[in-house]
């Protein structure tokens, strides 16, 4: 599936200094298109996108407390967080809270 | 199942604003885990600082106030509503911002730039002071000299000394910074952490230095950090988001990930530190230390030999 990710607040230095990555996710052998959620989309981004110190935005297999999540624009608080289903032309938003004001 | 309703089910579901009722939420508030939509969040979120404002009566009508502006997320965030409640409610602020160059090359000049384009998109005066001008050194040439530990702690002191000087150039009343809830509560942390009480039992005062050159004042008190970054992602506003290079090394970066993680399992674990730190009360046995001054320039030092932080570098 084909998604935007943009990446904020400090992380888009952890994927080449690049802030928006058009990308094309491919599902899991097998998989339902119901099935891809924000717990499959984090681990292809760990593996894809992250260039360099993979702890400033992962702990475990959620984001890194103080990251912020949107899918289209809305909290992913909102829908679940890790259950999340992303889907096609999703536009998902990390911004990093941790750096000085 | 329909694209529409998919969409839904997803946007938590069919639920709608719990304030307007009729709008889509677009976040879930930590303080009070209310599912809202983007207008009535900037409404609830604007209104809750008028109200700290007003009731903590922080500004007088007529008041020339500078903005602690460091380019960074709560400073932009704090320029912008402040700018926008001085019009609106007609506090009869005149507002500056007021911005510290330490003279970190990589970090403090990029964040510069920001400032320099708030300036302009904000309509606010801008003035900038230096560690190099007042002190005679930047931060760079002071780590090469100390080493990687302490930094913040020269930093920070060197910052509130600029920020008076800044702020006794732009003849103002009162300095306002964009502290917020989750810095505070690193805060009282921290003090507790190090046993310094001295320090714990200042350290939630919403106004501070009344009896010093230029009082100082925190209208985020109450604040989120995620509140005061969402709003500045949906209003676009524009901000600098880099860590200095000498922080990896802070003490602070512990208690900052310990109430990262402590929010997440208990979000109003935040402000509820808060109120613990604005109601401890020192035991009156305790001896607490004195706030001297410095032998050589008179300036307030917390140190045992009482040579101010800035004359302690130059020795």
Same mark, same amino acid.
């Given at each position: 599936m084909q998604l935007t990710l943009e990446f904020g607040g400090g992380l888009e230095l952890l994927c080449d200094s690049e802030k928006i990555h058009k990308v094309n996710v491919d599902l899991p052998?097998?998989?339902?298109?119901?099935?891809?959620t924000m717990t499959h989309l984090l681990s292809w981004v760990r593996t894809n996108l992250i260039k360099e110190r993979p702890e400033m935005f992962m702990k475990g297999d959620t984001v890194r407390p103080g990251v912020l999540v949107l899918v289209n624009d809305c909290d992913w608080e909102l829908s679940g967080q890790l259950d999340t289903v992303i889907e096609d032309k999703d536009v998902v938003v990390f911004i990093s809270t941790l750096h000085g004001g | 199942m329909e694209a529409g309703e998919a969409k839904s089910k997803k946007a938590g579901g069919s639920r709608l604003c719990c =304030?307007?009722?009729q709008r889509r939420p677009v976040l879930k508030r930590p303080k009070t885990l209310q599912q809202i939509c983007r207008e009535c969040f900037y409404e609830v979120f604007e209104e809750e600082i008028h109200q700290v404002i007003v009731g903590n009566r922080l500004f007088k009508s007529g008041e020339r106030v500078a903005i602690g502006a460091s380019g960074g997320k709560d400073s932009t965030v704090l320029a912008y509503v402040l700018s926008e409640l001085n019009r609106r409610h007609n506090y009869g602020l005149d507002l500056f911002l007021l911005s510290i160059d330490e003279? =970190?090359? !990589?970090y403090r000049d990029d964040s510069l730039e920001t400032v320099k384009r708030n300036e302009v998109q904000y309509g606010l005066p801008l003035q900038i002071v230096s560690y190099k001008d007042l002190y005679g050194w930047t931060m760079d040439e002071i780590v090469k000299m =100390? !080493?990687?530990?302490?930094n913040c702690t020269f930093c920070g002191v060197f910052r509130r000394q600029a920020l008076d000087r800044g702020a006794a150039l732009l003849k103002v009343d009162k300095l306002v910074t964009g502290h917020n809830a989750d810095d505070i509560a690193e805060t009282v942390l921290l003090n507790i952490l190090r046993g310094d009480i001295a320090r714990l039992s200042r350290c939630?005062? =919403?106004?501070? !230095?009344?009896? !010093?050159?230029i009082p100082r004042c925190k209208p985020?008190?109450?604040?989120y950090e995620k509140e005061i970054v969402m709003y500045a992602y949906f209003k676009k506003l524009d901000y600098f988001s880099t860590e200095c290079i000498y922080s990896p090394n802070a003490y602070r970066g512990f208690a900052r990930e310990f109430i990262k993680d402590l929010e997440r399992l208990r979000p109003r674990a935040i402000l509820d530190i808060i109120k613990s730190g604005e109601d401890f009360r020192i035991a009156t046995t305790t001896k607490m230390p004195e706030q001297g001054t410095c032998e050589r320039c008179g300036y307030i030092s917390s140190q045992v030999r009482p040579l101010s932080l800035s004359h302690q570098v130059m020795l």
């Amino acid at each position: 599936m084909q998604l935007t990710l943009e990446f904020g607040g400090g992380l888009e230095l952890l994927c080449d200094s690049e802030k928006i990555h058009k990308v094309n996710v491919d599902l899991p052998n097998g998989a339902d298109s119901d099935d891809f959620t924000m717990t499959h989309l984090l681990s292809w981004v760990r593996t894809n996108l992250i260039k360099e110190r993979p702890e400033m935005f992962m702990k475990g297999d959620t984001v890194r407390p103080g990251v912020l999540v949107l899918v289209n624009d809305c909290d992913w608080e909102l829908s679940g967080q890790l259950d999340t289903v992303i889907e096609d032309k999703d536009v998902v938003v990390f911004i990093s809270t941790l750096h000085g004001g | 199942m329909e694209a529409g309703e998919a969409k839904s089910k997803k946007a938590g579901g069919s639920r709608l604003c719990c =304030i307007c009722n009729q709008r889509r939420p677009v976040l879930k508030r930590p303080k009070t885990l209310q599912q809202i939509c983007r207008e009535c969040f900037y409404e609830v979120f604007e209104e809750e600082i008028h109200q700290v404002i007003v009731g903590n009566r922080l500004f007088k009508s007529g008041e020339r106030v500078a903005i602690g502006a460091s380019g960074g997320k709560d400073s932009t965030v704090l320029a912008y509503v402040l700018s926008e409640l001085n019009r609106r409610h007609n506090y009869g602020l005149d507002l500056f911002l007021l911005s510290i160059d330490e003279g =970190i090359t !990589g970090y403090r000049d990029d964040s510069l730039e920001t400032v320099k384009r708030n300036e302009v998109q904000y309509g606010l005066p801008l003035q900038i002071v230096s560690y190099k001008d007042l002190y005679g050194w930047t931060m760079d040439e002071i780590v090469k000299m =100390i !080493g990687l530990k302490n930094n913040c702690t020269f930093c920070g002191v060197f910052r509130r000394q600029a920020l008076d000087r800044g702020a006794a150039l732009l003849k103002v009343d009162k300095l306002v910074t964009g502290h917020n809830a989750d810095d505070i509560a690193e805060t009282v942390l921290l003090n507790i952490l190090r046993g310094d009480i001295a320090r714990l039992s200042r350290c939630t005062s =919403i106004t501070t !230095g009344e009896d !010093g050159p230029i009082p100082r004042c925190k209208p985020f008190k109450y604040t989120y950090e995620k509140e005061i970054v969402m709003y500045a992602y949906f209003k676009k506003l524009d901000y600098f988001s880099t860590e200095c290079i000498y922080s990896p090394n802070a003490y602070r970066g512990f208690a900052r990930e310990f109430i990262k993680d402590l929010e997440r399992l208990r979000p109003r674990a935040i402000l509820d530190i808060i109120k613990s730190g604005e109601d401890f009360r020192i035991a009156t046995t305790t001896k607490m230390p004195e706030q001297g001054t410095c032998e050589r320039c008179g300036y307030i030092s917390s140190q045992v030999r009482p040579l101010s932080l800035s004359h302690q570098v130059m020795l």
